[in-house]
């Protein structure tokens, strides 16, 4: 055997034990060998060079009836640490947690404008995040941005009610020295809502916020499309000359489900601007426009839903949004209406992480970068506000 294939297995070996100690652990050496198939010279080998790495420690020993007592190995988790930012169209959201995604921490700042003082803004931003986490070994391994609107290659392409810096995450990993990853928020809920909530290798994520995004998971592996573009279910046209949409085109769904949408159609109604919590208290009131409103919501996402149904025939489809937060009977109408008229099963579900999937999804892509483990699986994440 050549030594360059004696490196590649060990290297393989390495990142196979390291996931399962991740998704296993605690576990023994003895564990692993019998996890994995190999051999216990191997195992022990490979876990030594974990614990030197300071990625991996000894937490103990598991009770056994008799003989020697196996030690217990756990992934370190408080040897780094990960951010997450949500770059919305008002202001920014930052998440901090370990190497496990634990400890989550948020903190909300106000944007005033998206302009070249943003950049600033941002990095002095992180640079104070950064301050406040413990000391560790490796420090924050990676920052993940989620941007509403359409990246590739870890730049900004398109942006449809804000504009950023097209090289905004290169320009901030050279001024920290951190790896910093740019990602489309939908991308990044459907990864959050697959490793923290939902159990299911093909499944779509649907965002309703300002804009109207799709994050498509298939057999487990994010699909963006040939140029990033995949997935962009809020630019489908469903009204042939309809509304004019900021993409160029007319009649896009995200006219009329958004809740930039929602909001326009109800103050117009009302003749005065309304908030979103009004629109919900008006909805749970019975009000008569919210009603309508309410209807339209259902009438324009079933559209878009049986579109989606047809082409992807994915296995969940979990809708983020405020009024499915509000309303979470609003899915079981939805799944009931489109497995009538489908004639198959179909699940529509809730997010269960709401707004923090975007920031979950962030942490797992800096997580799985930092540790080059293929299925990474994290426990559900408890978030404190600050």
């Given amino acids: 055997m ?16 390291l996931e399962a100690i991740i998704n296993e652990g605690p576990i023994s050496r003895a564990g692993l060998a019998k996890h994995l198939g190999l051999t216990k010279a191997t195992v022990s080998s490979i876990v030594q060079e974990l614990l030197d790495s300071g990625l991996v420690r000894e937490i103990g020993s598991a009770p056994v009836e008799k003989g020697r007592k196996p030690i217990l190995l756990s992934l370190d988790q408080e040897a780094g640490y990960a951010l997450a930012v949500n770059i919305e169209t008002t202001g920014i959201t930052v998440m901090s947690a370990d190497l496990l995604g634990t400890g989550c921490r948020l903190k909300q700042y106000p944007v005033r404008a998206f302009d070249e003082g943003f950049f ?9 995040a950064i301050e406040t986490l413990p000391p560790s070994r490796y420090g924050v391994v990676g920052i993940c941005l989620g941007v509403h609107g359409v990246s590739r290659g870890n730049r900004m392409i398109f942006a449809p009610y804000y504009s950023l810096d097209k090289e905004l995450a ?16 939908a991308n990044l809920s459907v990864l959050g809502e697959r490793t923290f909530a939902f159990n299911f290798p093909d499944m779509i994520n649907i965002s309703i916020h300002s804009g109207v995004g799709m994050g498509i998971l298939i ?45 326009q159609d109800l103050s117009e109604q009302k003749g005065k601007p309304v908030s979103l919590d009004e629109l919900i208290r008006l909805s749970r009131n019975e009000d008569p426009d919210a009603l309508r409103i309410h209807e339209r919501f259902l009438k324009y996402m079933s559209i878009g839903l049986n579109n989606v149904l047809n082409t992807l025939n994915p296995g969940l489809i ?67 506000e600050e």
């Fill in 318 to 384: 979990v809708i983020n949004s405020s009024f499915t937060t509000y309303f979470p009977d609003i899915t079981k109408t939805l799944e009931k209406s489109l497995n009538n008229r489908m004639g198959r099963p179909l699940k529509i579900r809730p997010s269960h992480l709401q707004d923090t999937a975007i920031l979950l999804g962030g942490i797992y892509v800096v997580l799985k970068e930092f540790l080059e483990v293929e299925n990474l699986r994290l426990k559900p994440a408890v978030h404190e």
């Fill in 2 to 17: 050549q030594t360059g294939s004696k490196e590649l297995i060990r290297d393989i070996n390495f990142h196979l034990i």
């Fill in 120 to 128: 600033s803004f941002l990095l002095e931003t992180l640079k104070a």
């Fill in 170 to 185: 290169g320009r901030l990993t050279e001024s920290l020295d951190i790896p910093v990853y740019l990602y489309n928020e």
């Fill in 219 to 263: 057999h487990d592996r994010l699909y963006t499309g040939a140029n990033g573009f995949a997935g962009e279910l809020g630019h489908t046209i469903v009204e042939p000359d309809g509304r004019p949409c900021p993409c160029g085109n007319h009649g896009c769904l995200e006219q009329y489900i958004s809740e930039r949408a929602l909001l």
